[in-house]
Every structure is written in C-alpha cells, then in structure tokens.
C-alpha cells in the first residue's frame, strides 16, 4: 500500500501549510514577521524573501541601506533597504534571524489588483523554503516546511 505525501512528510518531521491558489496564478500563503501576520506570495524564482517599504512599521523591521538592487519580473535596478535578524513563523515552522529585502512592491500589488486579487505584503522567496527544507504539493496545494 501506497503511503500519501502528507502522511509521508508528517513522518518525516513536516509541517503542512495551506496555500491559495489566486486569479494570477500565484500562490499565495500566511506567514507571520516579528509576531504580525501578513500574506505574501509564495515565489521559487525568487532568491530572497522581500517585504515593501509600507511594511517597515508594520513587521517592526530595524532597516539598514543595502547596495543591492533588487531585479525581478518587469523591474530591474529598483533600490533597496536591508532588515536583518527577523522571526518568520509559517504554519508551525518558525525561524530565527532571517534576513529580509525591502523593496517597493508597488509594481506587484498593481498587478495584482488589476486581476482583483488583494495587495500582498511581501514574497517568500527561495531562501526560507531552502532553510525549511520546503517541498510544495502543488497538487493538493500544500508547501511542507521540516521543523527543527
């Protein structure tokens, strides 16, 4: 008998977190920052988790400036502030000390309004489902985050 993906995972020390499959296309997920729930796009393309310059108060974020500039789909060479040593909690996984990229996400939410779908906070990027070990169902839509 054949085990399912989430039985197997949950074995392995998974935690399972719904995802929203949204009009654009884009999944869309609930993760908290610094204790402050907020949704965000889930993005494998993307190399670091981001949140917007909005967001700075909101997500209590301590920011420094950052030489990077970020370049992503339909925007390159966007400046961007840098906020270091934050809690991110997704589902029941949560980690110390991850670094976010703040950027203007203005360019996003437009998109994403003129679909009717509602304004994110940020993405999750390629660097916390590496740190959690992500796996996504894409299936079922569910990501899998292994807890420590």
């Known amino acids: 008998m054949q085990m399912a993906l ?4 949950t ?14 296309n884009h999944f869309e997920i609930r993760a908290t920052i610094n204790g402050v729930k907020g949704r965000f796009i889930l993005d494998t393309g993307a190399s670091s988790s981001c949140v917007g310059f909005e967001a700075i108060k909101q997500f209590n974020l301590k920011v420094v400036d950052s030489e990077i500039k970020a370049v992503g789909a339909g925007a390159s060479g966007m400046e961007t502030k840098l906020s270091k040593s934050n809690t991110v909690t997704i589902g029941k996984w949560k980690k110390q000390r991850i670094a976010l990229v703040l950027f203007n996400l203005n360019h996003v939410n437009e998109g994403l309004i003129n679909h009717n779908v509602d304004k994110v906070d940020g ?5 916390i489902l590496k740190k959690g070990k992500g796996i996504i169902d894409y ?8 807890l420590q």
């Open 123 to 127: 993405i999750i990027g390629a660097d």
């Open 11 to 24: 074995l392995k020390g998974y935690s399972k977190i719904k995802l929203k499959l949204t009009k654009t």
């Open 139 to 146: 299936d079922k839509k569910y990501l899998y985050l292994k």
């Open 6 to 9: 989430k039985d197997f995972l």
